[in-house]
């Protein structure tokens, strides 16, 4: 544990505190110095989330035994009068806000299927969870930032790709920041988004059957285990953070855990500078090999010279296809995308991509 404090005196907010990247993003925040009121809806003896036991008290007394001031205070961020309350007594108790995570989502009601065969109100829900209680959080808390004209605001999401709500959402987090940098550059306030990479977190060692300890177990069933990280790595990158004099140069940036530890030299707390990106570049140029063999194989089997019609981007994982010769040329364009490349079936992608070609053509 680092002896220093550099966040000793600051005040930061964590929302969507009680597990996973919130709950080590909480702690880091904690064992530098902070106090950090932990929101969530999942107290104990009242949980939110089915089959989870976690709850933000539980995080708060990490954060304390950590050398932080942990505070938990059960928040529901989508509605707005409890997020104007929660800021009511940061103001009243603290004087001031530093540090506003916004880590709420709604990522248990994601569905891994085609946009047309997903549930609307479990989309819509995702949205409310995680974009509104994004903006309705950030818009309560900034009074506060305003007033002492400086201050951090990270918005957790996830470069990755997915289905379309779970794009839609992480996709919206970017914009978030993007669009709130220039309003707020004046005030000396930052907004960035940061991506964790493969995130170890409870549900996730659960559903590999692993735990902490014996986690490398799991890259037998998937290989990006291998460049995994705890939920605290996450979290010491958001103190690198708002430890730098100089964040405000990053403002409406897309950031990530592995870049940062990289810039500001921390690791995780089993001493690894675990670094995803690395461990996904050889696997999907493998990957991606097998996906053009497979495309190339389905056109020539119906008769087409593919080298005629067919464009294969390694560098943006992109299939296209000429629809017509004539000029300006029509293409079909299909984005596959790190998710796709490495969990997708290759015989299922070039099949799917051919019929969208007949059906266009």
């Known amino acids: 544990m680092p002896t220093s404090k550099p966040l000793e005196g600051k005040v930061a907010v964590v929302a969507g505190a009680t597990r996973g990247a919130g709950r080590g993003i909480a702690c880091m925040l ?17 949980l939110s989330t089915p089959g989870r036991p976690e709850t933000i008290d539980d995080t708060a007394q990490m954060v304390s035994e950590l050398g932080g001031t942990g505070i938990a205070m059960r928040v529901d961020h989508t509605a707005p009068e409890e997020v104007r309350r929660l800021f009511a007594r940061v103001a009243s108790e603290h004087g001031r806000l530093d540090i506003l995570v916004n880590n709420v989502n709604g990522d248990d009601l994601y569905e891994w299927k085609p946009f047309w065969k997903l549930s609307l109100d479990n989309g819509f829900l995702s949205v409310e969870r995680g974009v509104n209680s994004h903006l309705i959080t950030t818009h309560a808390a900034l009074s ?6 400086g201050g951090l605001i990270v ?18 987090v970017m914009r978030i920041a993007e669009l709130l940098a220039p309003e707020l550059i004046p005030h ?7 991506t964790p990479g493969f995130l170890r977190s409870e549900a996730v060692l659960e559903r590999f059957g692993v735990t902490e300890s ?3 177990d799991a890259i037998k069933k998937d290989p990006f285990f291998a460049g995994s990280e705890t939920p605290f790595y996450v979290g010491r990158a958001v103190a690198a953070l708002a430890a730098d004099p100089r964040v405000i140069l990053k403002t409406g940036s897309l950031l990530s855990s592995w870049e940062l530890a990289e810039e500001y030299g921390f690791t995780d707390i089993d001493g690894a500078r675990p670094n995803v990106s690395r461990v996904f570049a050889p696997l999907i140029d493998e990957r991606w090999e097998k996906i053009v063999e497979r495309v190339r194989r389905e056109f020539e089997t119906h008769g087409i010279a593919p080298n005629s019609i067919l ?12 629809l017509s010769p004539a000029e ?15 969990y997708g079936d290759p015989d299922q992608i070039a099949a799917a991509f051919y019929k969208r070609f007949v059906q266009l053509r």
């Open 144 to 149: 506060l930032m305003l007033k002492k004209n």
């Open 311 to 322: 464009e294969l981007d390694r560098t943006n994982l992109t299939l296209r296809a000429r």
């Open 214 to 216: 014996n986690w490398r």
């Open 188 to 194: 000396g306030i930052t907004a960035v988004s940061l």
């Open 328 to 342: 300006p040329p029509r293409w079909l364009k299909e984005v596959v995308g790190p998710p796709g490349a490495v």
């Open 155 to 172: 918005g957790i999401t996830d470069q990755g790709g997915g289905t379309f709500f779970y794009g839609f959402v992480k996709q919206s």
């Open 30 to 46: 904690g064992e530098a110095g902070a106090t950090v009121l932990c929101t969530a809806r999942s107290v104990r003896g009242r």
